[in-house]
């Protein structure tokens, strides 16, 4: 069994994400939902990373959640139905990053906000609370 010394850095560095992105979400005005999507992803990202970790792979290099989730579901094979939300949240990646590339507006914000914590919550019961920080063993 891997220990958790390696997948928790992966659930921080997640939560931390997604803690971002609802927090500019629901206080800077105008809203940056650029910003707010990119760290949706990033959260799913680290999140899927976190799960590789659990069991023992070290996590690849990339940003491509497609390419994560079918690394995933050889671990477990509930892991492709996340694909559809996934596909949504892979732009946010880097795309948002540059001018002229992509430019979400507050619904797709909201879908990504939404995606990534459905994601999330589904991966968090894949990884046992001993494989969690203890903030999220509540």
Avoid at 43 to 68: G, I, R, S
Wanted: glycine fraction near 2%; charge should be negative.
């Amino acid at each position: 069994m891997v220990d958790a010394e390696f997948v928790v850095p992966w659930i921080i560095k997640a939560e931390n994400d997604i803690m971002a992105a609802r927090f500019l979400a629901k206080t800077m005005h105008p809203i940056p939902t650029e910003i707010v999507c990119f760290h949706c992803q990033q959260a799913v990202e680290k999140y899927l990373k976190a799960f590789l970790a659990y069991n023992d792979q070290e996590p690849p290099k990339t940003h491509d959640l497609m390419e994560l989730i079918k690394f995933c579901n050889t671990f477990d094979g509930g892991f492709l139905i996340l694909s559809p939300k996934c596909e949504y949240l892979v732009p946010f990646a880097a795309r948002t990053r540059y001018p002229g590339s992509i430019d979400p507006d507050e619904e797709d914000m909201k879908i990504a906000l939404a995606y990534a914590e459905d994601i999330i919550e589904l991966i968090k019961r894949k990884i046992p609370q001993s494989h969690q920080p203890l903030s999220e063993k509540n």
